[in-house]
Each structure stands twice: as structure tokens, then as C-alpha cells.
């Protein structure tokens, strides 16, 4: 492809190279991570593999480690592609590699181990920021689009088409935190856009728009809190019943989708003006309003049209074992793998709730740098990062230090989950290093993000992990 046509031209070289092995292949193990961005990323590649005639198989792991990468040897797939993972663990890989196991194809966004191989495709190699400007999803794209290339006769089958599900990847790793997707991540939404499977739209920034019925919609939206209506059944229901708005059809409550722009507008001012006159700050008001992605192709008024509801929804899937189901969803089962997933999703929700409720009630512990917690088995290892996110700015969580939380394992293993802000990262919050650097130091491992990061260490070890992540938080934000 020539690189003016490349949806993220600095990778395109990388994303050929990648392509030229997944075509010389007699088969492939695509192996991804299980969350919304894994998902997506799993579905963006194993269409373009199928598209491109190339046998393949998927896998999804909870993390890569060498217990997960010697299974995935074990397969003895000649061609291994790694999608949302494969960076942090390069190393690892790359023993595999020499050792004639399997030859990686890595499509990731984590900070990179120190290692490469031929066929490593990762914004972060060409100053692109992993954690705000591309996620794995938009990494498997570039790649889905160099292997269209590289391999169909017929131009129409761009692989375009997949930039709605590198969108909901990108979206749903909270690249959009800011309000809006940027950098290669624009990019890639232009490209959806043009390709007609994308709309972006200046929105309420609210979780929901699509299947929340409205009081639900704005009770529950506690990213921007509005006194009398955050948490408040009855004021919300009084806020819109004084509306010149029929929030109710044949006694339903309306939900937003439902509304003409004329009514969404009149409910958005009001909302706005509520919230100045209870005194809420102008930036936060501000954070009312943000870009929201829509796809198109998906029908209104389901989880499958907006992009962070269908994260959320398949983050309801591949974090309960379920990647199967999330899988076939994105690969577009309407029937059975969407009412399963839905079903899981009244779980999930449930199961968020029950953990921000967990940790306001039990509370964190304020150290000089950072405040964490530990749920011990209260909290699944799988969503405590989700939660410790979105506790960031509940009662008694401070949103001026970065969060870390403990979860079970089982097998003598704590998982760590740690959580910062836009303005810490801004400050000189690297949680990828803090995390990683304190893991390893009591005999654990991990990675990730700079303004989110995950690990694995010895039970027990928690205290001294805590006092070491400090530290390092501490000087990272001098
Ligand atoms: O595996 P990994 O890349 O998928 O996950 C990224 C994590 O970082 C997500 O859980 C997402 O919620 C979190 N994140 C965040 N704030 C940001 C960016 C990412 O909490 N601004
Ligand atoms: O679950 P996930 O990390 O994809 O959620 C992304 C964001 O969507 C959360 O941080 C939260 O702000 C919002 N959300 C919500 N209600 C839910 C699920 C997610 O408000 N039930
Ligand atoms: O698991 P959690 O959602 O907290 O992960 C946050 C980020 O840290 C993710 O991007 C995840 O891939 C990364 N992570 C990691 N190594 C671990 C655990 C998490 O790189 N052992
Ligand atoms: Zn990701």
C-alpha cells in the first residue's frame, strides 16, 4: 500500500512486514487479551485473516506470561499473531522465536519489553502514545488494512469496514477520556467515517444514550456529579418532568436516541444550567459534552450502536470467560451470542456497582503519593482495575493521587491494578514504570500504560509493594 493511502503512515513499513509473514503462513494462532480492546482487536484480524484466505485459530489470555506464552508454543503453530498484548512480554517471545517455537507477529499498544523482532507493529516504536492516540484494536487495523492490500485483487475490499470495531477498542481502553479520540485514532475514525460505518457527533457525554431509559441516563452518570440529580431517583424524575420535553411515550420512559435534536438540545441546556446553579465547576460542566462514536451499520437504541456501550458490553464477556461470546458478537451473531452477552452484561453491571459501593463503604489508605485498597476476593481480579477507575472521584477517592487496588488470585498470586488521571500523566505519572519497576522488586510482573497499569505479585508481598510504588509515584510526580 502506498504509505499515502496508509490509515497511520509511520507504521505502515511495520504493518507490511507483519502482513508479508501472515501471508506466507500455512496457518496461524491469533492470540489477544481478554477485554474490550483485546476483543476488538481479535475480530478486527481474525476477519482480515479470513479475508485474506490465511487458516487461523484464536485463543484469548487474561495476561501473557511465560506459563501462557509456553502453552501457546505448545500449539505448534508455525506463525504466531499477538494482538493487545506481545510488547511487555517481547522478551519472553523472543526466547521462543530463537528457539525455533514459532515466528511472532506482535499488533500492540503496551510499553514495549526490551526487545524486538522483525514483525512488531506498536505505536509507541514511532513516537505515537499507546495510551492515548491507538489501542490494540487500531494497531490490528493498520494491520488488517496492509494484509487487504497485500492480498485482494478487489480495491473494495479495503478492510475499511473494520475501523467501527477499532474504534469501540479504542474507546473502550478509555482513549476518549479527553472527549474525543486524536492522533491515530482520528485517523482511523476518518477512515470509518469515509468508509460510512462511522459517525462522530458533538454529544451528552453521558454512559448510555442508547438503552437507558432517560432517568436512568442521568441518574447513574457520575462521571460529572449534579447535586439533586447524580444518585437521585427522584430529583432526576422531577428534573425531567419540568421539562418542555415528553420524556415519557405510552407511559415509557423516553431514552436519549429517542429524542429530536430539538429535545436533546433543550435537555442538554437544562442539564447545564442545573448543574451552574448547584455550583458544579465550569470544567466539569465542560466534560459534559464530548465526541460520540456511532455505528452506523448497528441498530438504534442497542448496545451495539455506541461505541462505549459495546465495550462495555464486551468487556461483560471476555472478563467472565466468556471471549466466545464477545467474539462472535463482534464477528456479528445478532441471535444467540448477543442475548448471552446481554445477559452478561446485567451481571457485569451489577457487579460494578456492587464493587464502586465496596470501596466507597470500606474506603483507601492515603499514602504520601498514591491511595490504594485491597478487596482481597470481594472484588473479581478480572474487573478490579474497572472499578479502582471508576472509584476515582466516588466519596473519599481523591482524584489528585493515582489509585492502586488488590485483588485475589488464588494460587498465592495478588493481582494489582493502578489507575491515574490525564493531569498526573501530565505532572510526570508513569503507572507502567511505578507498577512494573515495584512488582518485579518483590518478585512479581507487570506493565502497561502510563496512566494505567496492571501486575501480578506474591501474595503477601502487598505492604512492601505499596511502600515501593510510593516512592517511585513520588518521585515520578517531584
Ligand atoms: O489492556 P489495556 O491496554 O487494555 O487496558 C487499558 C486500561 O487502561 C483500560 O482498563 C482503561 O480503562 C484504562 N485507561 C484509563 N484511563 C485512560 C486510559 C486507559 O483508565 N485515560
Ligand atoms: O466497563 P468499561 O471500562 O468499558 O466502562 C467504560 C466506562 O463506561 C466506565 O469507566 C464508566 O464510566 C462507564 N460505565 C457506566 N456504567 C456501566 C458501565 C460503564 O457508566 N454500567
Ligand atoms: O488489568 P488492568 O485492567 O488493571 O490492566 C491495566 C493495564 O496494565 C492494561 O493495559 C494491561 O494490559 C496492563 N497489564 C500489564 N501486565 C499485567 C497486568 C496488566 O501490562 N501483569
Ligand atoms: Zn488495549
Sequence with gaps: MAAADAPVPELQARADACAAQLCAADRVLLASHIDADGLTSAAVA???????????????????????????????????????????????????????????????????????????????LKGIDGASELSGAGASYVLARALAARSSADERLDNRDLAGLAVVGAVGDMQASEGDLRGANAAIVGEGVEAGVVEERKDLAVYGKQTRPLPKLLEYASDVRIPGITNDERG??????????????????????????????????????????RGVPAFKIDRLVGTSYVLTEEPVGTELRDASEFSTLLNATARYERADVGLAVCLGDRERALE???????????????????????GVTREDSLQWFDAGSEIRETIVGIIAGMSMGADGVSRDVPIVAFAEKGDGETKVSGRGTGPLVGDGLDLSAAIGEAARAVGGDGGGHDVAAGATIPAGTEAEFIERADAIVGEQLE
Design 46 to 124: 481474525a476477519t482480515a485473516l479470513e479475508r485474506a484466505g490465511i487458516p487461523f485459530e484464536a485463543v484469548f489470555e487474561k495476561q501473557l506470561d511465560a506459563d501462557s506464552i509456553a502453552a501457546i508454543a505448545d500449539r505448534a503453530y508455525g506463525t504466531v499473531l499477538f494482538t493487545d498484548f506481545g510488547s511487555g512480554q517481547l522478551d519472553l517471545i523472543a526466547e521462543h522465536e530463537r528457539a525455533g517455537a514459532f515466528v511472532p507477529v506482535v499488533a500492540d499498544h503496551h510499553q514495549p519489553a526490551d526487545a524486538d523482532t522483525e514483525h512488531h507493529l506498536n505505536p509507541l
Design 236 to 277: 432526576t424524575v422531577s428534573f425531567l418532568d419540568g421539562l418542555d420535553v415528553s420524556c415519557r411515550a405510552d407511559g415509557e420512559w423516553r431514552r436519549w436516541v429517542d429524542l429530536s435534536e430539538g429535545e436533546k438540545r433543550t435537555l442538554a441546556s437544562a442539564l447545564v444550567r442545573r448543574a451552574v446553579s
Design 340 to 362: 448471552r452477552a446481554r445477559e452478561l452484561l446485567a451481571n457485569h453491571r451489577r457487579n460494578l456497582s456492587a464493587g464502586i459501593e465496596w470501596v466507597e463503604e470500606h
